[in-house]
């Protein structure tokens, strides 16, 4: 069991989570992952770290209530059951900031991608970067942590597809035109997003780093669901990935992926929400 | 179902044996493939006073050199005669840890069995049987066994709580150690938790062992991936020694055409949402993808397993396998059970191609004949594909049952030497790695085995362990 110190709602279907998890966090690096589950029973979810203090060793995480499992974490409010991590290799410009000295970053973010987004150019902010972001998502409302990206990054440009706030259009609109003020993307969002994201830097030969979020069991390489295609290749998103070259994914594949269980899923919200309403 | 007719008794030098095996009763196959509780119902008293009755005794036990870690079978087996399950207990637990996993899962028919001199002539004495019976007893009465050693201080970490681990965790604390492991996992157990199903090794029964280790000071820490939470330089560092039991946990796919279809999976996956997760229950959280009629490509035990928990969750489920049935890997009494419980077998076959729809769903396969060929110099018959005999099956599910790979996530920044089949490298008494106070064992030294061998190397590292650290 893990202590929930927060579970809050900070958008019309998105939570922050913070928990104890020292272990977790203690040798985290951003790109990397967690799994958890809401109690004994219930599925495991992974979950990109969005925040961590290592010394309180305290984790944030931002979900978003998609079915019946997430709804359970959104009901939580003492302790979770179980939080396993970190999972995955860091990102490789984190993981070797050195390397990377000198180049113009731009991270495009997408819907909950900024909590992904967020501890990258915090950290690489600490190592002398200068970074902007691209952020956009359906409406002003689904924007979130707004004031956190803000305070880490040079300059932050906002769409929304309804022009409720920032700039009208896509995230692909800004970064069209912003593209030659930059050497390296690093894209984490909807799927969707990220193949269009893949697709405007190819034609600049920009080197493109993205996150898959494909379905997973165990996280550590036990099980094969996370496979995606990668330079034609199987690889595993939990110990090959999460983050990718983002010009070698076979986008349209992951896409179809997701839906694995769709209908299952499907079945199961609606088991819980009739077990719900019984009690 | 079968029952147990009058056994014929005899009188032979002065003992009241009876010739026939006792065999064990088991759910009848129409019912039992449509549950998850365990097929095999164990001994009744009366069974195992009677087929420990046909122990002959041997001066020199053959049995004993049968089995992977050395239990004394005959000395357990005469305490059961005298109906003293408490001490024939006592007995196992001298040198194995978990009697009521190896009773139902070792292959005994190739080990402790398959030397009883009993077996000659007639049946082999249900050594396996045996064993399990008095281990559920012990379940059963609570008994435990008080171990006298003191704490010597010296502390071991295990990475992974699968058989090797386990054994290995209460050699060591048997001995005083003091013994942490690490498990990725929420749940312990490894293999035994996630991969062997439930009607062959009920979850219970894992538990109960994981806890009796518990009792004898051994800690469990689940939920710490090693390599990314905990590296084993740093296991090196705060332990005086690390045995690494990490087994083989990484699928294995075909490399064919359609195998990233969303019916596609690995038997590890089928396995786990069943097994670990509970799916199979029907309030479960985690889903298993419906399925009418399911493809279960390969023919060893992790085959027979995935394939009879398909069958049980009402699909039309098969085994494909490019070999014949003498060649098919699995313990022939898996392969007797699934047929009993309606499994079929398409042997001599194997899959070239995947189709799928527009959905990415899968809708068949396409299948060619296959064939063996004369034995080889080394008596081995390979097979080889029969030409245009390429043909098309329909199915809504794959499971890749193909074996599975060494998993080093744990390894991760260490300088652990492997070998060329990318194994943990030991010394020649095949426990001791490259590194300092280093040991290893397990599917991780010598690719995917079995649970008693695991086991065997998991009790051979101990041994060495203590032998390292004994105070002189």
Known sequence: ?279 | MGTNEEVPWKALGGVIMNEERVKMKAQDPNVRNKNFEEVELGFTKEEALKEASRCLHCKIPKCVEGCPVNIMIPEFIAALKEDDVKKAYDVISETSSLPAICGRVCPQEKQCESKCVRGLKGEAVAIGSLERYVADEAIKNNFTTIIKVPKNKVTVAIVGSGPAGLTCAGDLAKAGFEVTIFEVLHKAGGVLTYGIPEFRLPKSIVENQVKSLKKLGVRIRTNIPVGNAITLDNLQQEFDAVFVGTGAGLPKFMGIEGEDADGVFSANEILTRINLMGGFREDAKTPIKHAKKAYVIGGGNVAMDAVRCLKRLGVDAHIMYRRGEDELPARQMEVHHAKEEGVQFDLLQNPVRILVDEQNNVTGMEVVNMELTEPGEDGRRSVREVEGSNHVVECDMVVMALGTGPNHEALKGSNIVLTEKNLIQVDENGTKTSLDNVYAGGDAVTGAATVILAMEAGKKAAKEIIERFKTV
């Open chain 1, 1 to 279: 069991m893990y202590k929930i110190l927060k579970n809050e709602k900070i958008s019309p279907n998105s939570y922050l989570m913070e928990v104890v998890a020292p272990e977790a966090i203690r040798n985290a690096l951003p790109g990397q992952f967690v799994i958890v589950m809401g109690k004994e029973d219930s599925e495991r979810i992974p979950l990109t770290i969005y925040d961590y203090d290592t010394n309180k060793g305290i984790l944030s995480l931002i979900y978003q209530v998609i079915g019946a499992s997430t709804e359970e974490l959104s009901t939580l409010t003492d302790e979770i059951f179980a939080v396993v991590g970190p999972l995955g290799k860091p990102n490789e410009i984190c993981a070797n900031p050195n390397e990377f000295k000198g180049k113009r970053i731009i991270y495009v973010a997408g819907g909950v991608g900024i909590a992904p987004v967020y501890p990258q150019v915090k950290y690489l902010k600490s190592k002398g970067f200068d970074i902007d972001i691209i952020y956009g998502s359906r409406e002003k409302d689904l924007l979130l942590i707004r004031d956190k990206a803000e305070d880490v990054a040079r300059k932050v440009f906002y769409t929304t597809d309804d022009g409720s706030f920032g700039e009208q259009g896509f995230v692909t609109t800004v970064l069209e035109r912003e593209i030659h003020n930059y050497d390296i993307c690093v894209a984490i969002g909807p799927v969707i997003m990220m193949k269009n994201v893949a697709d405007v830097t190819r034609k600049y030969n920009m080197k493109t780093i993205v996150s898959m979020n494909p379905l997973m069991v165990d996280g550590s390489g036990m099980c094969g669901a996370c496979r995606c295609e990668i330079e034609g290749k199987p690889k595993f998103a939990c110990i090959d990935g999460p983050e990718f070259d983002g010009h070698q994914v076979n986008y349209e594949l992951a896409m179809k992926r997701m839906n694995i269980y769709k209908e299952e899923e499907k079945e199961k919200w609606e088991q819980m929400k009739k077990s719900l309403g019984k009690h």
